[in-house]
């Protein structure tokens, strides 16, 4: 019977055991999954960081590089990356390990698993042999370039700049002198070979000095610095003196305006009036690094003006504008009202001291006529309005205007280009119509007989 007893307590100590186990087991790990390793490339460090799947700690990510700090051309590497268990996990005794989804190996070791991935070779390193590149050469006023253009190759190498002056600008007339360095942005990819050609400006540089595989630097000199660019031709354009109105200071520079500025004076600050000679004098200055050519041409409004060279930045560009001529007088012909005859409403009969002034003349009456005739005993005024035709002409308020050789009234309009004249004609004669005195006499012998008849 003890025996009996022994064996029930033992399998019930099994049984309770069991529940315990099934109560406070741990959560299996059939699988590690390590996501975010940077794939091997060549010259650069191995990564050190990852991710992984839940219940799991990683311990430090190593790289058989040996004492290099960057990977190797051409060279397959493996990782090998110790993992263990957080506490409530346990891994499964088959467990498996991914690295960027790819099947790695797995050793086991208690509660430690170590994960490791060959990877692929990384690539083979691009040896530069051949280095073609362009310096700015320095121009008057031009911020000094701290890098090179690099035209070949197109990838791969960096560079800097520095220059033997403290300048912020160039300034023209002055040597420089330039310290080049060129490096490998990756020596182990990009490599420069000890027999590299070396071409600055399409010139070839043999005096340059080669630090292993990754650095050159050499010096370049530079002549007197030029200007970015030579005015040679100046063109301009202003407003030209128009009689009454004030001069005006806005000038419009219509060639080279990215390399000089201008200013405008006139050689009066009041209105512009007739018969008085007017010059325009125009300042001009060259813009920071910028010169103007001693010798420089010239225009103001499409012709040549004068051109006074003070220095590489300085010139006067003066032009005298012809003087406007006033018209001393105008006389105006056409026919004068008379009774029963069609008015006139324009003349061509116009002539001007001095000629050419004025060729035309509108001519409007008063008071209205009667289906554009004349009547008999009114006085007709006429007021002739005469546009100016002769270029550079203006009325003023000394020009006389004659009609028919008689002196008119005139107003000037305010432009100066018309004048308006207006003159007043006697009476026109009244003539009386021969029909109608017949008609009367009759009328007059018919009432001798019958004077009751008559009817004034």
């Known amino acids: 019977m ?40 060549t010259g650069v460090k ?11 700690n990683l311990g430090t990510i190593t790289w058989d590089t040996g004492s290099e700090s960057t990977f190797n051309a051409g060279t397959q590497y493996t990782v090998t990356i110790p993992v263990t268990n957080k506490s409530g996990y346990e891994f499964t005794s088959d467990v498996t390990a991914t690295i960027n989804g790819k099947t790695a190996t797995v050793t086991k070791s208690g509660n430690t698993v170590t994960v490791k991935y060959k990877f692929d070779k990384t690539a083979a390193a691009t040896t530069i042999s051949e280095i073609d590149c362009k310096l700015e050469k320095p121009l008057a006023s031009n911020t000094p370039v701290t890098s090179l253009t690099i ?47 070396l071409k600055v400006n399409g010139a070839t540089v043999k005096d340059f000095k080669q630090e292993g595989n990754s650095k050159i630097s050499f010096t370049y000199a ?64 060259a813009k920071e690094g910028y010169v103007i050519k001693n010798g420089a041409t ?22 005298p504008f012809a003087q406007i001529a006033s018209v001393d007088d105008v006389r105006v012909s056409f026919a004068a009202p008379k009774t029963g005859e069609a008015a006139q409403t324009a003349a061509n009969a116009v002539t001007t001291t001095p000629s050419g002034a004025a060729s035309s003349a509108s001519i409007k009456w008063a008071p209205e006529l009667t289906e ?33 050789g008689e002196p008119a009234q005139v107003t000037v309009s305010s432009d100066y280009k018309t004048i308006t004249a207006v003159y007043t004609f006697p009476k026109t004669m009244f003539i009386p119509n021969p029909i109608e005195i017949i008609k009367e006499f009759y ?7 019958n004077p009751a008849s008559y009817k004034f």
Do not use: H, Q, R
């Open 46 to 56: 191995p990564d050190t960081t990852a991710s992984v799947s839940t219940g799991v």
């Open 222 to 285: 530079f002549g007197e610095t030029e200007p970015k660019g030579t005015a040679e031709a100046l063109s301009f354009t202003v407003t030209a003196p128009s009689v009454g109105k004030m001069p005006s200071n806005t000038v419009s520079v219509t060639s080279n305006s990215e390399m000089v500025t201008a200013t405008l004076a006139w050689n009066t600050k009041s209105a512009f009036e007739p018969d008085t000679p007017y010059t325009a004098t125009i300042t001009v200055n």
């Open 443 to 449: 009328n007059l012998m018919l009432a001798i007989f």
């Open 151 to 197: 035209s070949k190759p197109t990838t791969g190498l960096k560079s800097t700049v520095t220059w033997d002056s403290t300048d912020k600008k160039f300034v023209l007339g002055k040597k420089y002198t330039a310290t080049v360095v060129i490096e490998s942005t990756n020596a182990k990819a990009y490599p420069i070979s000890s027999s590299a050609t």
């Open 298 to 319: 010239a225009t103001v409004n499409g012709n040549a003006a004068v051109v006074i060279w003070e220095s590489n930045t300085k010139a006067t560009v003066t032009y």
């Open 2 to 41: 003890k025996t009996w007893k022994i064996i029930t307590v033992l399998l019930a100590v099994l049984l309770l055991a069991g529940c315990v186990g099934c109560v406070s087991g741990a959560t299996s790990i059939p699988t590690i999954t390590i996501t975010g390793i940077d794939l091997p490339a």
């Open 372 to 404: 554009g005739a004349f009547d008999a005993g009114i006085e007709y005024t006429a007021t002739i309005t005469i546009p100016i035709s002769g270029a550079n002409m203006v009325f003023d308020k000394n020009t006389a205007v004659y009609i028919n």
